[in-house]
């Protein structure tokens, strides 16, 4: 009884003490202040003092107590338990939707844009690395596909016809009845290294989200790495942009690399992310310095977190379009992970007329930067579309593979109004078909009661007609080239080296999404076709691949726990 009744007299005292110290504190704020400026500041004073008192009359209340009232007392008054946070993931992904099967009777035409960023690939290996599974609509297939360097045959190619068609078609590997068609584009390739003045701004985000080891600390490790692979007159600028934006660095030459590098060793990053303001600025800075014959261009190396400025999506691409006829290009490079903004950077560098592309280790710097510098900065051919005319008597249905955002109606393809993909010196790039030729008898699409029956009387020899249109860098004027797809020569029973890595990093990336239309083809089956294809990236790039789709499927328990829509809200925004 006698420990009971000292529980609860502590118990009293201490609530006791407390009402007083609330009545004080209530007289004192309800004081009229007006005739003392000091008033504040001795409120402030008398409240932190009155705060301290409470807290050392609870612990002296509690203090008298026996063992269980103390130990009662103190969790009654303890805050609650705090737990280390967890990395939020708020990255922000556009919606991406497998592209259907068309009905070739219906539609025989297939326009679309070319595609050469990177992002995609990149970014999927950060995700598997770090042991986790990538949100499906990071994965867009374009870019999973043409991050490989295939170097089709170029032994047609010249400065006046810069573009030749590689074309193979086999066996689906993952649907029965159907066929997969290998359209791959080769660009003219130099014996000698063409000499191409740069004139390069760095826009360099130095906002508070650029702290991390792999986001500034990386990108000026890969900005050093790269003016060590420049020519002596080649000249780099660098704006910064915070909360505030500025000149770091004016057009210097690559000769002058310790005060370049001085320059870059000086930022620091902390603030918030005016990146409007900083765009404008280094298109100016590249306008101001323009080389005619040169590679002008803007780079922007951010994680895209934008919070101050210009920061709607859609000024933000309008300011970029605005900037296409004037001949400077915009290049992203995205850092980091948490807060990354990948919809935004791909759509930059879309309207921008440049490459998106995703750095995630040195290594990749040096990929992008040094190994594949001459595609990524030397111009052959602008707005470059494709149109796929396919033949009904032939090809039942068709299905592209990827290409989601670069798709273009029809009559936009002899448009000189209607922008597209840019393509660098070198370069390769892949596109794929799924078809289902007139004769199987495993279509996707049902079988129409009214439609009209394919004609028997139309020319068999022909899979399709292929039609490529581009635009010199100097010029508005497209240049047209067209050729008939051959459905003998087109047909062949085994892949070539460069269609099994293009089938299998395809497939990769379907089995990552979840796609419905991977049906026949497991993660091993995957893995297979990807050793099988060892050595065509000169890079070794493909060696890396095998790699990954050996992670990703010692990853395969969550993903079977997980559906595609629990990735998609784990912190991940989609854009719809």
Known sequence: MSNLKRVSTGIISFFVSTMLLSCAQSQNENQDTSSNS???????????????????????????????????AEMSMAPPLMYAPQEQMQENYAQVKDNGVIRTERQPLSTFSIDVDTGAYSNMRRF??????????????????????????????????PFQWTKQMVKSPWKKGSYLLQLGLQTYKPAVKREISNNLVFLIDVSGSMRNEDKLPLLKKSIKLMLNNMSSDDRVAFVVYAGASGVVLPPTKVSEQVKIVSALEQLQAGGSTNGGEGLKLAYQLAAQHFKKDGNNRVILATDGDF???IVNQSELIDFIKAKQTSGIYLTTLGFGQGNYNDHLMEQLANKGNGQYAYIDSLLEAKRVLIDRQASALDVMAKDVKIQ??????VVAEYRLIGYQNRKLRDEDFENDKVDAGEVGVGHSVTALYEITLTDSELRRLPELRYGQKNSASGNKKELGFLKLRY???????????????????????????????????TAFGMWLRDSDYLEDMSIMDIEQQAK??????????DQQLVQLIGLARALKPSKLEDSASERHSSGVVIER
């Open 38 to 72: 000091s008033a504040p500041a001795i409120a402030k004073a008398e409240q932190d003092t009155q705060v301290k008192y409470r807290k050392e009359a609870a612990k002296r209340t509690v203090s008298q107590s026996s063992g269980v009232a103390r130990q009662t």
């Open 128 to 161: 598997l690395e770090s042991g986790r599974l990538p949100p499906s609509d990071s994965i867009r297939l374009e870019e999973m596909i043409n991050y490989f360097v295939y170097e089709y045959d170029s032994s047609n190619t010249s400065p006046e016809k």
């Open 307 to 309: 919070n101050v400025g």
């Open 388 to 393: 796929v005319e396919f033949n009904p008597a």
């Open 471 to 505: 635009k010199k860098p100097d010029s508005d004027k497209s240049t047209e080239l067209a050729e008939a797809i051959e459905l003998e020569s087109v047909l062949s029973d085994e892949m070539s080296p460069s269609f099994r890595l293009a089938s299998a990093v």
């Open 532 to 541: 099988s294809a060892v050595g065509v990236d000169p890079f070794g790039a």
